[in-house]
């Protein structure tokens, strides 16, 4: 049996493929992020899945696509709580750039963006994936990501920038005081999925002019940090992977086309992608 696996830094999508590379389950558990999840805890995460407990022994060779894995320590402690579960398993540990390029290949070189709770950039010429930038994290990068748009939208509350109808509305749906909002922020393991709470407050208002200037300008940002630096940004489609990015779709369309650049597709779940990429390019060579 073999496991492939999407992991974001608040989820990870699981498929298992039977011998004939056939789908035979497939289920969630916590995206195994080095800088936000305490690596201790994954073995239990994992036994704790009624799905992948029962199969563990079985399962020969994994594939996990993760966000925080770009170092070779992070990559090597991830690889070392999963093979606590999978004794039996070949595994593959890389970082999520690599697995969201793969989803996002056809055949043609491309550009890919993932646009969800955090933010990152990478070119994918077929062969090589190669990423130009760093990624900061929700501290000082991931713009244009859900917790960078939760992030503005609750600092101009507490600033009292946000228009009154705004900041009504906010206080009605988030009565927390300021004290418990610091807390979650700078004493929380998970303050990137914190500040992405806020986000569908965003989208619930992105109608609203104010709201609509902030997504663009963000969006800007994104486009200014992560594609523009690269020389193949304007000669190759862009694709999108990410909760932000389908939600948002038009209005990086609209930013995208202010700065010359051309988007390609918008993948809505990139395990099935990535699945597929195993079968015609990696499962099948062997």
Known sequence: MIAIIDGGSTKADWILLDDDYQEFERTETP?????????????????????LEPLRNQISRLFYYGSGCALPE???????????????ADI??????VGAAYAAYTGQPVMLCILGTGTNSCFFDGNTVRR?????????????????????????????????????????????????????IY?????????????????QNRDHPYINKIIEDEFQRFFHYHVLPYPEAKLYEIHFIGSVAM???DSL??????????????????????????????????
């Open 187 to 203: 004493k929380n393991a998970r303050a990137n999925a914190f500040l992405a709470s806020f986000f569908p407050f965003v989208y």
């Open 253 to 286: 369309i609209k930013v995208a086309d202010k700065n010359q650049l051309r988007i390609g597709n918008f993948i809505a779940k990139p395990i099935n992608n990535l699945v597929q990429y195993h079968i015609s390019y990696i499962l099948n060579q062997n």
């Open 31 to 51: 995206g195994f992020n080095p800088y936000l999840f305490p690596m201790e805890q994954l073995p239990g995460a994992i036994h704790s899945n009624p799905v």
């Open 74 to 88: 992070n990559e090597f402690a991830v690889h070392q709580g999963l093979k606590q579960v999978f004794p039996q």
């Open 132 to 184: 130009d930038l760093p990624s900061f994290g929700f501290i000082l990068g991931d713009e244009g990501s859900g917790s960078a748009l939760g992030k503005t939208i609750l600092k101009d509350f507490f600033m009292k920038q946000l228009p009154p109808d705004l900041s009504e509305a906010f206080q009605k749906e988030f009565p927390m005081p300021f004290d418990e909002v610091l807390q979650n």
């Open 92 to 97: 593959s540990v890389k970082e999520d750039m």
């Open 247 to 249: 939600l948002f779709h």
